[in-house]
């Protein structure tokens, strides 16, 4: 569900997935971020697209990079904006995510920025939102984000030029992975067929579509993109994976496996790194890393995605 | 304790209490809480009444609801804010309420918001202010929570025309709770006789004028208005009061019981609730639940108190 | 290193230490705190020097009053600010501060607020400063605490005409205060050399120039400036110093010990105060405590440092 609503077909009224987002207004979010987009070093533009708006982060799951991107982004649009962790918010225990929803959309919050541990909350708050009142997914269980998609393909896109020649390699957990999955809709919206994930047998997908392989090596081979996924050391800790060391002696990315994709291969990771388990620390800082440019580009991705939901 | 300030007689200086306030200082206050009500679903109006000054959200106590309202309402006025969630803080250990009060008034910060599970802190930081700093009290052990009580009443003049006409039942655990001592203030300044406790023996007031009921039924027997309260669950934990299921069978508002008060009842509750404990679901999401109202309300009524006592 | 550019070697980039901070540079910034000193009790001026600047408070270890009191002074200036509590952070396990910096940088923030409990990290995220980008130390291990100290010389300037007459006494746990070694080194740069050190023997430091003594009296006796330390606690687990009590008894200041110093000598206290442990509440409320200016004079001297970092 993107959320169309009935008035204006093409209007984007909440953004949840990217899995039927039509690609004209894929498009359109990625050439409005590129106008966002503030060069590194520089102060950001600041604007007074919403000016006057509200916006909730409503974090049920820890974060800081994303929650920070967006009060970033939010801000940087003029919009005020509220953050409750509610992770470690003790008093609203027993209240249900739509209770506190409701209490703050009665507060006139105008958009909400979700993120929950359990699939369908998005979902179920933007059923629930009143006409004129936004939900972004933050992240959504293993299932979605967005926005993490978006600008991961705005990354791809300002560096190689046709989507339905690319080879794309995604490489770790990806069966838990909603930064795969919602690159892999992204990516396919945009013609790219050729994707390949990699890791233990254990954390590849059951449910995407692309040729699978426990050897990075040959999902590296000659690719132009190459997605190394963050490992979640809980997964070491129930035996799913092994050890650190031995995961980065098999699916790390170093600078000798990297040889194995295109020369002009550039390398993304979502963040936060485990350098020397998932990424060696001479990839994560080398050449053809893209990493950083990730996280500028999601600001801008961000600021388009609330501007466009608003409608300014 | 209101603190009128000795210049001005008429002027509030802090809002501690609703015990003392007259009856003129409360209209006068619902009255501009209505100009600045919001309707749902819109963005709130900014204003520019408090450009300049600071408050400071000063939360002793854990909570989400009341800080972000206080937040919010600040915000909309134009100030700056500065939350210190000292629930959370572990630096500041050994420090009195009293050396962090005087520690943001040397940043001049210009307006308090101080929440604390101590009777009598909200009033010390009072004494402590310097001529032109104000006190707001968001919660005050079992004792106060004035800005609740006057959006309680604020919620039910909206509904109702007469308070002294006005036949109110409150339901839970009555002798722990600051809203209830602060509506029932606010209440009895308007005018209304009528009120009538409910909830298991230990937990009816000693100290509060009105009929106490063990049974509910008897209580909302022809009753306007219906507050249910939060069951703490600490209270079960305790001993004091029986379990989930039981608590919602003996005192819980259900639809059957709730035919026993007036067909055009309000049913209003401060939140969060406990939904199948204090209250089924289904009258609170129901056509007389005004449970919503209140939150929206409690923006305009804390916009209206901050810009009152700062003069504006 | 205070982080002077190439280009502009007299410009501050950074402030990460106090000890080559030259004179010249130390008293503009003085001066220029001394123009945003706001008078007690009232609203303090809102400057747009910063409009459109982001500043990131990233403390790794945990702080309410110096995070505080750099959000404020950030936003008096018009800064947008964002506040990391990586010490609750769980989501950036493993991640370096470095990591997290470059984030924060690839996201156009202009200035880092940085605290962390281990040396050279402010250092180690200055070295890796784009060339527009700033960092201010907020506490660095027990190393550097620059603000800290130039707030406390200011507060001095303000009540004593001639720092090369001084005699300064700081007394407590010297030897892991980094407020103490960057109060000593401004001093040093400002031409006090009489500078007496009192404390438990093991608390006393190597590595500063000063008198040192066990007993407090001898420190005391005719001093100009009494700088007490907060005592941590902790050390009194580990057994380091003795119990609340007999510390007090031993190293406290009150009304009697403080006789034995000048008439005019006044009293200072980073905060926060262990009250009846390192100083009587008489003492710490009396006429010779300045305590709460020190607090005032923070959040100026803040603004000085990120007005001038910024070359506005």
């Given at each position: 569900?993107?959320?169309?609503?009935?008035?204006?077909?093409?209007?984007?009224?909440?953004?949840?997935?990217?899995?039927?987002?039509?690609?004209?207004?894929?498009?359109?979010?990625?050439?409005?971020?590129?106008?966002?987009?503030?060069?590194?070093?520089?102060?950001?533009?600041?604007?007074?697209?919403?000016?006057?708006?509200?916006?909730?982060?409503?974090?049920?799951?820890?974060?800081?990079?994303?929650?920070?991107?967006?009060?970033?982004?939010?801000?940087?649009?003029?919009?005020?904006?509220?953050?409750l962790?509610m992770?470690?918010s003790s008093t609203v225990k027993g209240e249900t995510?739509?209770d506190t929803?409701?209490t703050?959309?009665?507060?006139?919050?105008?958009?909400?920025?979700?993120?929950?541990?359990?699939?369908?909350?998005?979902?179920?708050?933007?059923?629930?939102?009143?006409?004129?009142?936004?939900?972004?997914?933050?992240?959504?269980?293993?299932?979605?984000?967005?926005?993490?998609?978006?600008?991961?393909?705005?990354?791809?896109?300002?560096?190689?030029?046709?989507?339905?020649?690319?080879?794309?390699?995604?490489?770790?957990?990806?069966?838990?992975?909603?930064?795969?999955?919602?690159?892999?809709?992204?990516?396919?919206?945009?013609?790219?067929?050729?994707?390949?994930?990699?890791?233990?047998?254990?954390?590849?997908?059951?449910?995407?579509?692309?040729?699978?392989?426990?050897?990075?090596?040959?999902?590296?081979?000659?690719?132009?993109?190459?997605?190394?996924?963050?490992?979640?050391?809980?997964?070491?800790?129930?035996?799913?994976?092994?050890?650190?060391?031995?995961?980065?002696?098999?699916?790390?990315?170093?600078?000798?496996?990297?040889?194995?994709?295109?020369?002009?291969?550039?390398?993304?990771?979502?963040?936060?790194?485990?350098?020397?388990?998932?990424?060696?620390?001479?990839?994560?800082?080398?050449?053809?890393?893209?990493?950083?440019?990730?996280?500028?580009?999601?600001?801008?991705?961000?600021?388009?995605?609330?501007?466009?939901?608003?409608?300014?």
């Amino acid at each position: 569900m993107t959320g169309k609503s009935a008035e204006h077909p093409q209007r984007l009224q909440h953004l949840l997935t990217l899995a039927d987002l039509p690609q004209t207004t894929l498009l359109a979010l990625l050439e409005r971020a590129g106008e966002f987009l503030a060069p590194p070093g520089k102060p950001a533009r600041r604007y007074d697209l919403l000016d006057g708006k509200t916006v909730a982060n409503l974090f049920f799951e820890p974060s800081t990079r994303t929650r920070t991107s967006f009060e970033l982004a939010a801000r940087r649009l003029g919009a005020e904006v509220v953050t409750l962790d509610m992770a470690f918010s003790s008093t609203v225990k027993g209240e249900t995510p739509l209770d506190t929803f409701h209490t703050l959309q009665a507060m006139n919050v105008d958009l909400f920025v979700v993120r929950h541990r359990e699939a369908g909350v998005p979902q179920t708050l933007a059923q629930h939102a009143l006409p004129q009142v936004h939900v972004v997914s933050a992240g959504e269980a293993h299932v979605s984000h967005p926005t993490q998609g978006l600008l991961d393909v705005f990354t791809i896109r300002r560096h190689k030029k046709k989507f339905d020649k690319l080879a794309v390699a995604i490489i770790g957990d990806v069966r838990h992975s909603r930064v795969a999955r919602s690159a892999v809709q992204a990516l396919h919206t945009l013609g790219t067929r050729d994707i390949r994930f990699a890791g233990p047998a254990e954390l590849l997908p059951e449910d995407l579509d692309g040729e699978q392989f426990t050897n990075p090596d040959k999902a590296l081979a000659g690719a132009d993109v190459v997605m190394m996924l963050r490992i979640q050391k809980e997964r070491m800790q129930a035996g799913l994976i092994p050890d650190e060391h031995e995961y980065f002696q098999r699916y790390g990315l170093d600078a000798t496996r990297l040889k194995l994709a295109r020369a002009d291969a550039i390398v993304m990771h979502p963040g936060p790194m485990n350098r020397g388990v998932e990424i060696a620390a001479e990839v994560a800082d080398g050449p053809q890393s893209v990493i950083r440019e990730q996280v500028s580009n999601g600001v801008a991705v961000r600021m388009a995605v609330l501007a466009t939901l608003m409608g300014t």
